[in-house]
């Protein structure tokens, strides 16, 4: 037995729970902690029985809830390395000073650094016993109460939690099968505009899912990993059409388009009538966007495509939403 629990898909968060009948992964953390809490309550996923994280990619609909989750849960995640090194620049705070601001800067260290040797030598009365500042730094104060003092010498009592520390990290390798549980994952590659963004295919138990949402087009490797597949959730995200006419900046438009971008309806459809291999007994369309394309559209065109080849018509076919968790699907 495998189980598919959408618990939400679309450009304001992805999330996804893969079961076999002794291992549960999520597959990206796309809301918020609460929110991903309250999602698999609705579905009836356990989240204390989670065992791993999964991310794809590092875009914000993909990790939005994953350091606060993960830590609550106290499991692993496992990464690409690229997509974790790419996860952590993104929530590391960066500022930019010019040259002469950074002079200033080590100027008003210095400065702020001999008055609070001076002021320690000065109490202590330790300027008899060094000419070296430094030096009576050192004798001023305790040792053990090194790691508690800041850089002007005042002790600390709370430290702000680190936002990208996670329990484990585990990392794995795009074409390298590796195993969470019971269930055996082969990531494959697609093209996206992330750092290393990867699908999945699970299997378990004699029964194969798979994922394939945020790619620009289906590529021969893409087609090759969505063979005798059981569950397949594809993206299907947009309609041309209402994407070229909509309210997105033309720039935004191109990088939805572009063979980094994400999958129109069109050509899910086209990769439906020419490639698909008719093997999976459910098909979920997932990853829909909310202005650039409607249910009813996605469904149809893919309808038809499959509607094309007589022998496709046992195929189920289903529509994730980005509101509410999807009914999980079991084979």
Known sequence: MMRMTVLASG???????????????????????????????LAGEDPAELDAILIT?????????????????????????????AWVRMLTPRTTMSYAKWLDHVQREKEARAASVASACAELGLLS????PDAAL??????????????????????????????????????????????????????????????????AEGMRMALATDLG?????????????????????????????GPY??????????????????????FLEKDYDGGASWIVLGHLSESNNVPELARLAAEHALGSHPTLLGNRLVLAHQAIPLEPITV
């Open 11 to 41: 450009s304001k968060g992805n999330s996804t729970v893969i079961s076999s009948s002794r291992t549960r992964v999520l597959v990206d953390a796309g809301l918020s902690c609460r929110e991903l809490l309250k999602r698999m309550a």
């Open 57 to 85: 990619h590092e875009h914000q609909d993909h990790v939005a809830g994953l350091s606060v989750l993960a830590r609550r849960l106290q499991i692993p995640v496992f990464f690409t390395e690229p997509t974790h090194r």
């Open 129 to 132: 016993r060094s000419d070296d």
């Open 138 to 203: 050192e004798l001023a104060v305790d040792p053990d109460e090194e790691d508690l003092c800041g850089s002007d010498g005042q002790k600390t009592t709370a430290t702000k939690p680190d936002p990208v520390y996670l329990p484990a990290v585990e990392y794995f390798h795009s074409g390298m099968r590796f195993s969470i549980g019971d269930i055996d994952i082969t990531p494959f590659t697609i093209p996206h505009d992330a750092a290393d963004p990867c699908g999945f295919v699970f299997e």
């Open 217 to 245: 087009y289906m590529p021969p490797n893409v087609k090759a990993a969505l063979k005798r597949i059981d569950v397949m959730l594809l993206e299907s995200n947009h309609d041309l059409e209402m994407l070229r006419d």
């Open 249 to 270: 900046p033309w720039s935004v438009k191109q990088r939805v388009l572009s063979r980094v971008g994400h999958l129109s309806n069109h050509a899910t459809a086209e």
